[in-house]
């Protein structure tokens, strides 16, 4: 199993970026996939969330309605799309996923619940 994140960069307040996760080694549709961030001095955190199967996302507050996660099986990449970004959205962003099987309505928010990482993908929001 392999994650590749990508699709960072240096934005303004306010502008958006797309980034991926192409992933290898296994079933898309069939993993839960997350991406978490990690800014300068502070703790991962979890900022997105798709069940496996249904594809169905999950955001926490702080990045609801302006985050979308998106997911294409053929193509075997998942998308986080950052619009209206801000200053505290700098961060580094990574993917994960996990092949271990729960409920049908779970959602994995927590960094043990994922087995793989992509490396990462720098995201800097200029005010």
């Known amino acids: 199993v392999q994650l590749q994140a990508s699709g960072g960069g240096l934005v303004q307040t306010g502008g958006s970026l797309r980034l991926s996760c192409a992933a290898s080694g296994f079933t898309l549709e069939t993993y839960a996939i997350g991406w978490f961030r990690q800014a300068p001095g502070k703790t991962r955190e979890w900022v997105s969330a798709?069940?496996?199967?249904?594809?169905?996302?999950h955001y926490p507050d702080s990045v609801k309605g302006r985050f979308t996660m998106s997911r294409d099986n053929v193509n075997k990449t998942v998308y986080l799309q950052l619009n209206s970004l801000k200053p505290e959205d700098t961060a580094v962003y990574y993917c994960a996923a996990t092949g271990a099987r729960t409920g049908t309505y779970y959602y994995r928010l927590f960094e043990y619940e994922y087995d793989y990482w992509g490396q990462g993908t720098l995201v800097t929001v200029s005010s």
């Open positions: 798709m069940r496996p199967n249904d594809g169905v996302p």
